[in-house]
């Protein structure tokens, strides 16, 4: 089983800071998923990634396949950016039944903007 | 634009009762998921549904039945609650096994005493 480990598990920042959270993950891959969770709410997804570097606004996510890693990162913050922030992966193909539908997700990184 | 719905968001049960968490997408996915999500722990998955009619177990299922007579639909029930049971719940759903995007509802929180 894929382990996923994600770091800060926790974060403050100043507004207006520029801001990273990593994940590492320990075999390979199909994709990898970022996702937000803001306090007593629902899951969003971020972005879904093979490969590369996508960018929505402010938020910018990369992956690099080889050394299974994956950054988000998070330019100007704002108090609204504020959540927990989870990693996610997808097996990868060659794996078939049941494993094929299990994602292994990060515990999170729990990010706090101060005004 | 309703996405993935979930009902109810909170209940508060007795040890023993039964209950039925109702996932309801409309964007025609195949696959739906029930997952719970614990202090200190990734989500894990309870079980999945690869299409209408179908469904499998997935990381930690025990206790835990569901069913997909529809393809909108995913339950997820409990015969007999247990305070291990005590979660948020979390419904998702895609349109590919592997690499699809996930769409989450809003959660629900169950409380069993």
């Known amino acids: 089983k894929n382990e996923v480990e994600q770091s800060p598990q926790n974060l403050t920042a100043q507004e207006g800071e520029f801001i990273t959270i990593n994940c590492s993950y320990s075999?390979?891959?199909?994709?990898l998923h970022w996702l937000q969770q803001h306090p007593g709410g629902g899951i969003v997804s971020l972005f879904m990634l093979s490969s590369g570097k996508k960018k929505h606004g402010r938020l910018i996510a990369t992956i690099n396949i080889q050394e299974k890693h994956s950054s988000l990162h998070i330019t100007a913050s704002h108090p609204r950016d504020s959540a927990v922030y989870i990693c996610?992966?997808?097996?990868?193909?060659?794996?078939?039944?049941?494993?094929?539908?299990?994602?292994?997700f990060g515990k999170g990184t729990k990010l706090s903007v101060i005004p | 634009n309703a996405g993935v719905t979930q009902t109810p968001k909170f209940r508060v049960l007795k040890t023993g009762q039964s209950m039925t968490l109702l996932c309801a997408q409309d964007m025609n996915h195949e696959y739906m998921y029930w997952y719970r999500q614990d202090p200190g722990m990734g989500l894990r998955l309870i079980h999945y549904s690869v299409g209408e009619g179908t469904t499998a177990k997935g990381e930690v299922p025990d206790g835990y039945n569901v069913s997909r007579l529809k393809k909108q639909n995913f339950l997820l029930g409990l015969e007999s609650a247990a305070p291990s049971q005590t979660s948020v719940y979390f419904c998702?759903?895609?349109?590919?096994?592997?690499?699809?995007?996930?769409?989450f509802g809003e959660g629900s929180r169950l409380t069993v005493l």
């Open positions: 998702a759903s895609s349109y590919r096994r592997r690499a699809g995007e996930l769409f």
């Open positions: 075999v390979g891959i199909s994709a």
């Open positions: 996610a992966v997808s097996p990868p193909r060659q794996y078939s039944g049941a494993g094929s539908y299990q994602l292994t």
